[in-house]
């Protein structure tokens, strides 16, 4: 078969999130020739990376070596900064925990070995990062103390580091479509050979000696969204990106490349019950320092469980198979300066009164006696022999309860009250593509796909049921690398002979 190309590259990336970029990178310091294709207008580019604070999780063994990646910060603040440590182990554990023993260990332990160097190769090309001050460690008697095992974001959140990494690639001379779509990839016997697109509307086609797919999940398809995840998701409050529709992934089954990971399940959290799909602000994460009742005015979680930054990402589901899918966190005055930014402002749906009962009464659709029975029975469980610390897994927990708070349990007792009405809101989708340790695709005989590598939320097989907050950024990154490098490697190896169609 004979068609015309209208571009022609030695690599194609699909997508230009932090995934795609991160490979165009590689791909193009490693010398090939690098086209990207995004489907979204310039304005939106980035996809769900935009959407984030840009906070990454990484291995790391004391202060020096954050020191190596933030030369800039200064000495006054890492003498009042406790960075401890995330070790290479601790890292793949907390993956291998979160997703009950699930995950691709080959992919997990890649992961978790290559954070810090690619955190360091991140820095090389002008990527820039503060400590996350505030989110993940409270200043007390002086000193900053980091948990949960995250430490850094992205100077600017998640644009700043899409715009850094846009300017990078402009520099690199990495060329950008946008309003562009892959719809088809272009393949023969050899492998490989290109993508079909619409370009501004228009069918176009590149030639490519290796395809990256980076265009995310398809958290943003209600159609595949209730297909794969099931009843009831296609009603979820959707964040993020809108253009994550999953055709990355849909292109590569096509063609017979292998599906893995956890289909059924996302990554979703609890925030507002109002707010409209895609806007920003959504996310409720404080709940470790309060409670969470449903309508029929009970506890359904241990909101103590652990550091917010894992159980947040499975909290989503469990409101949205609650009466009326949602729920209400409750706050008291004495935890409310612990509370995140997005409590604040005028799009939050919040109620705040000076009595429990008046509180449970500006509360709709909720049962009020079971609500203040509930609060009584919790707040008699409360062990307050042990001190509350929101530094540390304090262990100050509540005893005799069906549903225990293991950690940060304080009474309810101290007025003003808030209750904040929450909802699941899908973030990205686990199931993916199955990718070796090369990045590259494999397909349903179990072989690579010549010339088709993958990076990001695109990639199954990592995260189940549940996933350390910041390892999506990591991964795409470590993925992202690994695939530019391969692809590039690959289409400056490959015959043009093999390219032909
Ligand atoms: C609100 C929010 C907050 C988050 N916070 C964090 C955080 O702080 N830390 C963290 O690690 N993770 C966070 N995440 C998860 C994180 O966003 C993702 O894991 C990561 O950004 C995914 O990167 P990616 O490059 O795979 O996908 P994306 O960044 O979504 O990029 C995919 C790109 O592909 C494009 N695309 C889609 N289809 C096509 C097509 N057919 N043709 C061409 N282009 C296409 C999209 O437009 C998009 O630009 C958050 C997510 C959300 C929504």
Partial sequence: MTQDFHYEADVVVIGAGNAAMCAAISARENGAKTIVLEKSPEKEKGGNTTYTHGSIRFAYNNNDDIKQLIPDLDEEDFKITDFGSYTEDEFYEDICRMTNYKTDPTLASLLSEKSYETMKWLTSHHIRFIPIYGRQAFKIDGKFKFWGGMVLESVGGGQGLVDALHEEAKNLGIAILYDTMATQLIHSDDGIVGVVMKEKGKTKRVKAKSVIIASGGFHANVEMRTRYLGPKWDLVHTRGSRYNTGEGIQMALNIGALPAGNWSQAHSVTGDRYLPDFEEGFQKLSYPFGIMVNAEGKRFVDE???????????????????????????????????????????????????????????????????????????????DESVAFNPNIKDGRCTKGLAIPKSNWANKIDTAPFEAYAVTCGITFTYGGLKINEQAEVQSLLYEKMNGLYAAGEVVGGLFYTNYPGGAGLMAGSVFGKIAGANAAKFALTRLTSNINV
């Avoid at 499975?314 to 935890?335: L, S």
């Avoid at 919040?350 to 009464?361: H, M, R, S, Y």
């Fill in 304 to 382: 103590g469980a652990d550091f917010r930054n894992y159980t947040y990402a499975k909290y989503g589901k469990i409101i949205m198979e609650q009466p009326h899918n949602c729920a209400w966190q409750i706050f008291d005055a004495k935890v409310s300066p612990y509370l995140r930014e997005e409590y604040k402002g005028r799009k939050v749906t919040k109620v705040k009164a000076n009595t429990l009962e008046e509180l449970a009464d500006k509360i709709s659709e909720l049962n009020k006696e079971n609500f203040l029975k509930e609060i009584k029975a919790y707040n008699d469980a409360v």
